[in-house]
């Protein structure tokens, strides 16, 4: 092989497609028993559903994984149920609240529907002025000057309301960015309100079969059909360096080692980090790596007796003590009989809260939620369920850690990691970690003397249009000045955090 993968994710799959589409003899290690890493799936085999590890959002802006679905022959536009009605509907009780766009310029865009929602009024949306004209005129880099900060103490700094704190922000950094306000990078933060306050032309869809099963197949197709290999049930134990500068990769119940020359790791960070620390002892990579603090979530999948819905998805506005962010009734979404019992899976994020509950207890509550929301749910009877635990949904992105994220080459040329915690740029997600798959191949083809093709470039941080960047760059450079009193006096939101 001329390149060896180890981790068969959609980062380290991205990458070995786009290798292997240009002639590189590619090997895939992945040590479960399926390809797709946090975007396995499976039959249940009492119900004959497909089960994700989780329940996924796709935005049809994601240039990085439509052009890895595509290359792996499964059309984008055909892949998702593209929510067309709303971005999201949040319920309050039986109530829906749809966020839609509204005919006007970003980042206006939002704001009749925010208007309609409750608890938001007029001046909670004017008190964000100063908030909003710092995320949208801070770039990649000026951003990264806000990582030690927690979003709540930026909002607060920047004038934002508590009830658009309450109402509209702490129910983003959870759904969205997977922490708390409190536990929140405020570059992190930036990032996506730049990203939401700057685009009105995405969707939010749903994938229509297992996500696993949109790419895991064509993936292995394309890799082997160019000479190379993937192999499920082989853990890498132990990477060794060999004098000549190649590697030996030692794989679980094999006598013989790997010989390779170029080693792409693409597993978690913390994975990475045990793999690759002896290696790489002494250099500060793994140490920064091992940091990243992963965040654990819980999904259930509930199989009712009956129809109970006919929505797609909603979320619910956030609350203290609620388990459930946002729900999915595959039975809307997915091919099939449209009248066939619904089939809801549901993310409890950050879920450190609740890892002393048992599945039944995990269950009960859940099923409470969706019965406070769904009416038609009220008198039906779950009759299967299946509740998974994932360690890791994403890295947090708390306070420092976008600037913990590595770059992706360790020993140029020979030895690279990919992931969804690599310096993308990006939020940590399924559009990241295929980002950090095409950089990787695009870094290993360059260091073999090929000349890359021309491979998917994000726009996660685009140009505002000039009417609103004028409404809101008025006074920019006092919005900007205020902030950075947050940046040059810390001490005081430091002993509020302690």
């Known amino acids: 092989m001329d390149v060896w993968i180890i981790g068969g994710g959609l980062a380290g799959l991205t990458a070995g497609v786009a290798l292997s589409r240009q002639g590189v003899k590619v090997g895939v290690l992945e040590a479960a028993p399926r390809l797709g890493g946090r975007a396995q799936c499976w039959k249940d085999p009492s119900t004959g559903e497909v089960i994700d590890l989780g329940p996924h959002v796709l935005l049809s802006t994601y240039p990085h994984m439509k052009a890895f679905l595509e290359a792996c022959g499964t059309s984008w536009e055909d892949a998702a149920d593209w929510q067309s009605e709303s971005l999201i509907d949040q319920m309050d009780g039986d109530r829906a609240y749809p966020l839609t766009y509204a005919p006007v310029p970003a980042p206006f865009h939002f704001v009749p529907s925010l208007l309609r929602m409750p608890g938001i009024r007029f001046p909670d949306l004017y008190s964000q002025k100063a908030l909003l004209s710092l995320a949208i005129s801070t770039d990649n880099d000026e951003v990264m000057a806000y990582d030690s900060i927690p979003a709540s103490e930026l909002l607060k700094h920047m004038g934002v309301s508590d009830s658009a704190v309450d109402h509209l922000w702490r129910f983003i950094a959870l759904s969205i960015l997977n922490v708390p306000l409190e536990e929140c990078s405020s570059a992190a933060f930036l990032r996506f309100a730049r990203f939401l306050m700057g685009r009105r032309d995405f969707r939010i869809g749903f994938p229509k079969a297992g996500l696993g ?7 292995t197709r394309i890799i082997r059909e160019a000479g190379g290999e993937v192999r499920v049930g082989a853990r890498v134990e132990r990477l060794e360096r060999r004098p000549d500068g190649g590697f030996r990769l030692h794989v679980s119940g094999q006598d013989t080692a790997i010989e390779a020359e170029q080693v792409l790791c693409a597993l978690s960070p913390q994975d990475a980090s045990r793999l690759l620390g ?59 009989d449209p009248e066939r019992p619904s089939f809801v899976a549901s993310n409890i994020i950050y879920s450190h809260r609740v890892a002393q509950l048992s599945e039944q207890e995990l269950i009960d509550r859940t099923l409470a939620e969706i019965r406070e929301n769904i009416p038609g749910a009220r008198d039906a009877r779950v009759v299967s369920a299946a509740v998974n635990r994932i360690p890791m949904a994403i890295h947090c992105p708390k306070p420092g850690a976008e600037s913990l994220r590595p770059e992706p080459e360790l020993i140029p040329g020979r030895l690279l990691v990919a992931g969804d915690w690599i310096r993308t740029h990006l939020p940590s997600s399924m559009e990241s970690a295929c980002a950090s798959g095409w950089t990787a191949a695009e870094l290993l083809l360059q260091s073999r003397g090929l000349r890359p093709r021309e491979f998917p470039v994000a726009r996660w941080l685009p140009p505002l249009p000039v009417r609103a960047q004028a409404a809101f760059w008025s006074g920019l450079t006092r919005v900007k000045s205020h902030a950075r009193t947050l940046l040059q006096a810390p001490r005081a939101w430091e002993a509020r955090r302690a």
Do not use: Q
Request: glycine share 6%; charged share 30%; aromatic share 14%.
């Open 213 to 219: 099963d949109l790419f895991a197949e064509g993936a």
């Open 278 to 336: 002896t290696l790489l002892e002494g250099k500060a990579w793994a140490e920064s790596a091992a940091k990243l603090e992963p965040c654990p979530y819980v999904s259930l999948y509930l199989k009712f007796d009956r129809k109970v819905t006919r929505r797609r998805f909603w979320a619910r506005m956030h609350r203290e003590g609620d388990l459930n962010c946002d729900f999915y009734d595959l039975s809307n979404i997915r091919p099939g």
